[in-house]
């Protein structure tokens, strides 16, 4: 900057690469090629520094290894034959965004962070840079499909890893997919894989990619946020995610393509373009001072005063010779022309007035300054769009040194001859009067002496000669060297009388190298003009005095202000423009902007403003940025307010959940140890630990988790440990220790995380106390102990239960028939015998009595059925049961020929069931239909099947007499009727058989029935 040797820092300044710098590892250049390898794999920056002497003298990373897996058997190698020699180094304290520019520049994807001491401070790498960006920085990018790579390169199962391998080497991809023959993903293998596996496998040419892969692929949707695919790699511990549209393999995104597309989109970047714009515009300007007329002239010119006075009477520029001949002293500030001749007289303000304010060829004036007899000429020499003059150019000249008739030629060729801007002179006729040197070099004029026109030199000549045209001329032209060469140049001509003639001349710039950079300048402010079109953060530039002079869209946008004229106004104007609660959020920016200005730093806060696009507020992180030129003083403020109103979401809710969780962990009975890779422990819970756990009276943090176990748990511990360090998942073990004559039973499960030591890494531990359960579980072996006594004993006193029933049913089928045979007997010897003497009345008692005789048989027949049934054994074999109703019901209507039945049974009836007790439940169900259904006109008996809540049930309906549901309990009871014995015979055991049956085969019975409409009986049989 002009005026400052003082290098300014950037006000847009981020995070450090030191910040973002992973763990390093480290390994000497003689480590076999297979240890490095197996270290390279567990790296979490994906690259191994490889060092000699104590000197860091090549890098490995997954790529390089890739080659050297197809460089045949590589086992004798060592790793400083065979590392990438060229590293990139970085500053602790450089912007991560700087140290990533020179990583793409140079195609690489790592650097080694020095830090202040001159040692290593870690490995930057893009894993580490996409997981330092928040969701703000992809807010311009809606879906994975924008950045993926489409068709990615796909292979099959059976492909050798070797070949796979040489793919990814040829085609300079990070991995290969393995799809499906419909087209949907399969597994994935990467860089990493292949490393892992020649590090653990040799003969990768044997191998398939099928038996090796990782799989399932994790995928996404190509509609997808690009930042769902960042947050998916960063817990997966991934760099590559498969893209599927409707689940059809489409595309393949790695954090290099997301970290690449940002790089130069986000907003961090933004920033610094814009910075480097302002750095741009500065030089520019430098470089049109140092081309400017005024500049030549001043450092040029020693005899003719020079001073350029703009339309407000201020000085602009003013050389040695006019400070000389005005009075004004050398290191004193110019200020205004009035100042500089503030001792003139009424009658010498008037003329200068006058020439100030004349137009072109107004005619020099003479006055009288201090000693010095002096005479100005003015030249416009800036106009506006409408031919106003904005600045003269003063021509001073002191009296005394030249006769009246040649002061201004003479000393215009001596001041002009040595002048390093080119100038030039014509008369009316186009030929050249008058030259310099650096003219006659510009149109490659080799002889002075040598006659030349306007029209030779440059194109369109025949529109400046006119004497009609303008006074002043500034123009674009193309001059015609004699060489030939086409150039751009500038003229800044004028026209004056001299001697009763017209001449046309001024000075010429080269434009060839103003036209590079201009059109550079261009092409960079079009960039930035899209970048601040396109950026969804609020970007905006005031001038000192608080005036928006610049806003991108999206900042107006968010403060309502899209429809308003904003340009020029200050926050008053523009609060006073909106409604609501933005404008008092808008009149408060003042007071920020106040506080900025006074600490000529950034400061930052964050801003709650109502959402225009949507219900609620959205939040703001407002940095605001005075600019201060190279004398100090206040150029502009930038504003920048980035949204992260999903940030604080995210961030809320997180602090909400952990607050959930810390209350879930601190009333949960177990104790939770989340210790490092090494075994320490880093935090736990619940605070503090019960004593229950019998744990050391010490704080468990920083103790390792050896020293807080007792001794009885230090060899399960050792092996859980190993068990986790070579890949195997949860481990658990119980111990058991004792205190005070207690024994206390404990479990511990130990897992691996990854969410300490940098990425490494470490391990959960979770105790709970098992005593009482160990306690319970040591009874019930104790119960199991005795547990066949008991069975014996209760099989002993169940066989006697057994004896005795087949002791009653032979009294039943023995004592109890002999004396009902003898009633039944003399009972029908009466009957004969006094046939003729007996009267209606003992008639009847008599044929009661043997009514009676005949259902105490049955009634003991029936008893002794279900005594057998209940003790038979049930023998499963596939049953027939459409052919077993045909049969039952065909026997009823062989016994009872003058009956009309109409009988269906649907076909393929079958259960897995014993024969003998699934006739005994036909006999019953469908003899009951045939007995109720006596007295109905047009009898009907159904048999069917039907499927409820997934399983068959076996369905008989009958039409006949029903029964009432109020009594429905009573029906698989033993000798409980619901009909007397008059309307309908029977004993009343069958369905208590029937219900018994359908019990041991593991099934259920149901019956409904409405009083003379019939009666349903449903029953099903559990599987065999």
């Known amino acids: ?148 790579t489409p068709r990615p390169t796909t292979v099959a199962p059976g492909t050798p890893v070797l070949d796979c391998a040489e793919l990814m080497r040829r085609e300079h991809i990070g991995c290969v997919v393995v799809p499906t023959d419909s087209g949907t993903p399969r597994g994935i293998l990467t860089t990493r894989d292949v490393t892992r596996l020649m590090a653990t496998r040799s003969a990768l040419h044997t191998v398939p990619v099928g038996e090796v892969m990782s799989q399932p692929a994790i995928r996404l949707e190509a509609d997808r946020p690009v930042f769902e695919a960042a947050r998916m790699m960063a817990s997966h511990a991934i760099r590559h995610i498969i893209i599927t549209r409707s689940g059809q393999l489409c595309g393949i995104v790695s954090e290099h393509d997301i970290v690449r597309c940002l790089e130069h989109r986000y907003v961090d970047v933004l920033r610094r373009v814009i910075h480097r714009q302002a750095d741009e515009l500065e030089a520019h300007r430098q470089i049109r001072a140092q081309t400017n007329v005024l500049d030549q002239l001043l450092s040029r010119s020693e005899e003719l005063g020079l001073c350029l006075v703009d339309a407000t009477d201020r000085i602009g520029f003013i050389n040695a010779a006019a400070r000389t001949l005005l009075g004004i002293a050398p290191d004193a500030p110019a200020g205004h022309l009035a100042d500089a001749l503030d001792t003139l007289d009424d009658a010498d303000r008037q003329p200068l ?425 040591d009874q019930l072996e104790r119960l199991q102990a005795t547990v066949d006594d008991r069975v014996d004993e209760r099989t002993v006193e169940l066989q006697s239960a057994l004896e005795e029933l087949e002791a009653f049913s032979y009294s039943l089928s023995h004592d109890l028939r002999a004396p009902l045979r003898a009633i039944d007997g003399f009972g029908r010897l009466l009957s004969q015998n006094l046939s003729g003497q007996l009267n209606d009345i003992n008639r009847d008692y008599l044929n009661r009595i043997q009514g009676a005789v005949e259902r105490m048989g049955g009634l003991i027949d029936d008893m002794l059925d279900l005594a057998r049934l209940s003790r038979k054994p049930v023998e499963r074999q596939t049953v027939d049961l459409s052919q077993m109703a045909r049969r039952v019901l065909s026997d009823l209507s062989e016994r009872d020929p003058e009956r009309v039945v109409t009988w269906t049974i649907e076909s393929q009836l079958r259960a897995e069931a014993d024969p003998i007790l699934l006739q005994s439940v036909l006999d019953n169900l469908l003899g009951n239909a045939w007995k109720f259904t006596r007295r109905t006109d047009a009898a009907q008996i159904k048999v069917y099947a039907e499927q409820r809540n997934g399983r068959t049930w076996i369905v008989i309906e009958d039409n006949g007499a029903g029964f009432d549901m109020a009594y429905a309990d009573k029906l698989f009871k033993p000798f409980q009727r619901l009909h007397s014995p008059r309307e309908f015979d029977g004993t009343g055991v069958g369905l208590a058989t029937v219900q018994r049956i359908i019990s041991r085969h593991g099934g259920r019975i149901e019956a409904v029935g409405v009083e003379h409409q019939g009666a349903t009986f449903r029953f099903s049989l559990a599987p065999a």
């Not at 006074?471 to 060297?481: A, E, M, N, V």
């Not at 103790?703 to 195997?728: D, F, V, Y």
């Open 353 to 777: 007035h006058a020439l100030l304010g004349g137009g072109p060829g107004a005619a020099p004036v003479s006055l009288r300054v201090g000693t010095r007899q002096v005479m100005l000429r003015a030249q416009p020499f800036a106009t506006d769009d409408r031919g106003e003059v904005l600045s003269h150019l003063l021509i001073l000249i002191d009296e005394s040194i030249a006769d009246e008739a040649g002061e201004l030629l003479g000393f215009s060729r001596h001041a002009f001859g040595a002048m390093a801007l080119p100038m030039m002179w014509a008369d009316e006729a186009g030929e050249l009067a008058m030259s310099n040197a650096a003219f006659d070099q510009l149109a490659g004029r080799t002889d002075p002496g040598q006659r030349m026109n306007l029209a030779q030199l440059f194109d369109g000549a025949d529109t400046l000669l006119p004497a009609e045209a303008t006074h002043t001329l500034r123009t674009r032209r193309t001059l015609r060297r004699r060489d030939g060469q086409r150039m751009l140049v500038e003229l800044f001509f004028s026209r004056m009388r001299f001697l009763g003639k017209t001449y046309l001349g001024g000075f010429i710039i080269d434009l060839s190298q103003q036209q590079a950079v201009e059109q550079a300048l261009q092409d960079t402010e079009q960039r930035l003009t899209a970048l601040l079109d396109t950026s969804p953060d609020f970007i905006a530039l005031k001038d000192p005095d608080g005036r928006w002079q610049m806003a991108n869209p999206a900042g107006l946008r968010m403060y309502g202000l899209a429809q308003i004229e904003w340009r020029g106004q200050t926050n008053a104007d523009l609060a006073a423009r909106v409604e609501g609660p933005m404008q008092d959020i808008i009149a408060r920016c003042t007071n920020t902007d106040r506080l900025a200005w006074s600490r000529r730093e950034s400061i930052r806060y964050i801003e709650e403003i109502p959402h225009t696009d949507a219900p609620g507020t959205r939040s703001l992180d407002m940095i605001k940025t005075p600019l201060l030129g190279g004398d100090g003083q206040p150029t502009a403020l930038m504003v920048i307010g980035r949204d992260i109103t999903e940030r604080v979401r995210a961030e809320r809710a997180r602090r909400e959940s952990d607050a959930h969780l810390h209350s879930a962990l601190a009333g949960m009975d177990d104790l939770m140890l989340i210790a490092s890779s090494s075994g320490e422990v880093l935090d736990h819970y619940p605070k503090p630990a019960p004593r229950r756990f019998q744990l050391p009276d010490t704080p468990l943090v920083g103790a390792q988790i050896c020293a807080l176990l007792p001794p009885e748990a230090s060899t399960p511990l050792q092996n859980a440990h190993e068990k986790l360090r070579n890949g195997l998942g949860v481990q658990s073990f119980d111990y058991a220790t004792g205190t005070n004559g207690q024994t206390g039973w404990f479990n511990v499960r130990m897992s691996r995380h990854r969410h300490t030591d940098g990425g490494k890494g470490g391990v959960t531990v979770i105790i709970r106390d098992i005593t009482a359960s160990r306690r319970t579980a």
């Open 1 to 148: 900057m002009p005026g400052s040797d003082r290098p300014v820092a950037s006000p847009f300044a981020s995070s450090s690469a030191s910040e973002l710098a992973l763990p390093v590892v480290t390994l000497p250049d003689d480590t076999p090629l297979s240890k490095a390898l197996a270290s390279l794999a567990e790296s979490a920056s994906h690259a191994v520094l490889v060092q000699r002497q104590g000197e860091i003298i090549g890098i490995l990373t997954e790529r390089s290894a890739l080659a050297l897996g197809l460089s045949g058997d590589s086992s004798q190698r060592r790793l400083g034959e065979v590392c990438q020699h060229a590293v990139l180094w970085a500053d602790a304290n450089d912007n991560y965004v700087d140290v990533y520019e020179r990583m793409l520049s140079r195609g690489m994807r790592h650097a080694i962070i020095r830090d202040a001491d001159g040692g290593m401070a870690g490995l930057l790498s893009e894993s580490a840079i996409l997981g330092r960006l928040g969701i703000e920085h992809f807010a311009h990018l809606d879906a994975i499909e924008q950045i993926m």
